[in-house]
């Protein structure tokens, strides 16, 4: 026997050093052939007991046979051989104390013991040579050489360090099951290591097995359980079978329809177009040239097939088999999955392809809705990631025909309100209300969508300010047409009921003791005049403020006379002179019951007369011949009875100067001038009225 030396056949042999780690099983083989060729049988030993899984007994043998030097004396190695050879293997007898010597391994590391393995023709090595002489005489030991032997001794040299299991043996492994033998080769060649050297060897196998498709279509189920990535590298480095390219291209569709969007290791909707893109190129099909009617056309053929129904990657029909128009639909619906990305939703490829295919109008627009509505409350949202969703959302709807029910004007009308609702205002005015080029949305959905959002922050305010949290963003919302572009009565009344708002939150107001007034209380209070009556209840010389408080009343009954998200009107519904006066009227009138409360004649006084009173003049000069009660709403109008109060009061001073009998100048004038407010009551009053005088009282105070 030849003996192997370390300068010919491998690394150079350094002193003996104790083996601190576990050995890999090619390192290990390579110290077996060390000590063999220096007849250390009793350390081989000890190496032998420590690896039971690399050293089986063909191992064994052929280390001996091959390695151990011919001058060596038979009966050093023959009790070895006779207990490998009875028992199979070597089993400890306690004997085999202390560390193996593993010096000679110690720098080598595990590419380097591989291929000096491999260089001295271990394992395997005579039956190769034997195989080599005489296979050019059977075919059929070629055969057995590339699909036995050949596999075995790439098992050793090169699966990949760390995969389950140790060596196995030419015998044992030709004994296995076809099945066992596929998985055995794809998870210690493919998984991890060579992938075009282990199909390779896998082909030789299942040729030799005469294996077919089924052998290959366990070749697809391994390739299934896979993570994409696995997948990815074998139709990257791989060409595919020979035999069965039918099943593998089918096997691959199936897989893209059952796969996600994001993996650890990389990206899959990447991976997936490079697959759809790798049967395409194999198969000869230009997906460039296949028209969108092609696809139509298919996808109504496939839906009323018979298996258009389940969407299992087994059993899906003409969307697994690779034509022109089935490649072309599965590109479109996975750079679907790619551009949903834009939305938070983690969409599969088979979603997207049930609603392509099964999606009603109202599905399609509530996964718009959703996406839209993911997107952590508006985090990321700026002009740029809205032109992403309107050009995502066009080739959804346009191309790919995952929203292919929505209207293109459906799709921008939702975007619109997200853009509002984010308070993206600026991108709302560049892209819907001044853009370059044709508009997306008519003026009118425009502004409704504006009027519809302005109402919404209104309505969720906490206060009425409009510098501050809702009322601000409404404000804002507004001013994206109002004034500059639209001047409509639904705006104006907006616009309004936001002034007036703003001007109560500067007023001590509350319906509930000690819980400030709600934008929405404000709008859906049944009479907004009568707040400002709250008002002059808590605030103290709030009637001073006569001009202010008539003006708030003004635009609450303006802003709230007609619901904000009804319908939007047409031009007019402004309020008439008339409405006008009659709610400065009741104003007035309450400053002045304010003012009498807080013992304040003079302002009264004044209030009635100039301004009460006038009122009503005006109201006789643009319809002289009409009666009084009709301008006064036949009894509901009431700020006459001001008036009334007015002329009946007596402060606390003149009180008590008319139980004395005492009349000053100033008591005088007051008596003057509490007379002619009376008489300006009588004027002002209704005509039923006049006959309550004598019951109220009235004429007794003066005498």
């Known amino acids: 026997m030849d003996q192997p030396t370390a300068t010919s056949k491998g690394p150079k042999i350094e002193e003996a050093a104790p083996a601190e780690e576990e050995l890999s099983s090619s390192r290990a083989l390579l110290l077996s052939l060390h000590f063999a060729s220096r007849c250390d049988i009793a350390t081989l030993r000890k190496l032998i007991v420590a690896y039971p899984a690399v050293f089986r007994r063909d191992v064994v043998l052929e280390v001996i046979l091959r390695f151990v030097p011919e001058s060596t004396a038979v009966g050093i190695y023959a009790g070895l051989v006779k207990e490998v050879v009875r028992e199979g293997g070597l089993l400890s007898d306690g004997g085999e104390g202390g560390k193996v ?106 040729r030799y097995k005469r294996g077919g498709k089924k052998f290959w279509g366990c070749v697809y189920e391994w390739m299934s359980r896979q993570e994409f990535g696995v997948l990815w590298r074998v139709v990257n480095e791989w060409d595919g079978p020979v035999e069965d390219g039918e099943g593998y291209f089918t096997m691959l569709m199936g897989r893209c329809y059952s796969s996600g969007g994001l993996s650890s290791g990389g990206d899959i909707v990447e991976w997936m177009l490079d697959v759809v893109y790798k049967i395409a190129g194999s198969v000869g099909v230009e997906l460039n040239h296949v028209g969108s009617q092609e696809v139509e056309e298919f996808v109504e053929r496939y839906l009323n097939s018979t298996g258009a129904g389940g969407g299992h990657e087994w059993d899906m029909g003409e969307l697994v088999v690779h ?83 929505l209207e293109a004007g459906e799709v921008e009308v939702e975007v619109l309100r997200d853009m509002l609702a984010a308070g993206k205002f600026m991108a709302v005015t560049t892209t819907y209300v001044t853009p370059k080029g044709k508009p997306s949305l008519p003026p009118e959905v425009v502004e409704k969508a504006v009027i519809h959002t302005v109402g919404d922050f209104y309505d969720n305010a906490t206060n009425g300010n409009k510098m501050r949290g809702g009322m601000k963003n409404a404000s804002n919302a507004l001013a994206i047409l109002f004034p500059n572009h639209s001047k409509s009565v639904p705006l104006r009344r907006l616009s309004k009921l936001i002034e007036a708002t703003h001007a109560l939150s500067e007023y001590s107001l509350t319906l509930t003791p000690g819980v400030p007034l709600k934008p929405v209380q404000i ?84 209030y009635v007369v100039n301004k009460l009173v006038p009122g009503y003049q005006n109201l006789r000069a643009f319809s002289p011949t009409t009666p009084t009660t009709a301008f006064t709403g036949n009894n509901t109008d009431t700020a006459w009875q001001a008036a009334l109060q007015a002329g009946r009061y007596r402060s606390p001073t003149m009180l008590a100067e008319s139980m004395e009998g005492v009349a000053t100048a100033k008591g005088i004038e007051q008596v003057t001038k509490r007379m002619e407010v009376l008489s300006q009551a009588l004027v002002i009053c209704p005509g039923e009225a006049t006959a309550c005088w004598e019951t109220w009282g009235v004429g007794g105070e003066y005498d």
């Not at 055995?184 to 199909?199: A, E, H, K, Y």
């Not at 599969?348 to 609603?355: A, D, P």
């Open 323 to 405: 034509t022109a128009p089935s490649l072309k639909l599965l590109e479109q619906l996975i750079a679907s999955v790619r551009m949903f990305r834009v939305f938070p939703l983690g969409l599969t490829v088979k979603e997207v392809m049930r609603m392509r295919f099964w999606g009603s109008k109202g599905d399609q627009l509530g996964l718009l809705k959703r996406g839209l509505g993911g997107n952590g409350g508006g985090k990321g949202r700026n002009e740029n990631w809205y032109k992403e969703v309107r050009s995502t959302c066009e080739y959804l709807r346009g191309t790919s025909g995952v929203f292919g029910r």
């Open 523 to 606: 709008r859906l209070f049944p009479d907004p005049v009568e707040l400002i009556s709250r008002v002059l209840q808590s605030n103290p010389k709030a009637y001073l403020q006569l001009n202010s408080l008539v003006k708030i009343a003004q635009d609450l009954v303006y802003g709230v006379s007609k619901p904000h998200h009804d319908e939007e009107e047409t031009e007019g519904g402004e309020m008439t002179k008339e409405e006008i006066a009659a709610v400065k009227r009741r104003v007035v009138g309450m400053c002045v019951e304010a003012a009498l409360a807080e013992d304040d004649f003079e302002t009264a006084f004044s």
């Open 101 to 206: 010597d593993g010096g000679f391994v110690k720098d080598v590391n595990e590419a380097s013991a591989k291929k000096t393995l491999e260089g001295v023709g271990f394992p395997g090595g005579i039956v190769r040579e034997l195989v080599g002489e005489f296979g050019d005489d059977d075919g059929m030991l070629t055969e057995w050489g590339l699909g036995i032997l050949g596999v075995v001794e790439r098992l050793v040299f090169t699966a990949v360090e760390g995969t389950r299991g140790g060596l196995i043996g030419i015998e044992e492994f030709e004994n296995l099951d076809g099945r066992e033998g596929v998985s055995l080769i794809l998870d210690r060649m493919v998984r991890d290591g060579d992938v075009s050297d282990g199909m390779r060897v896998l082909a030789d196998y299942i």
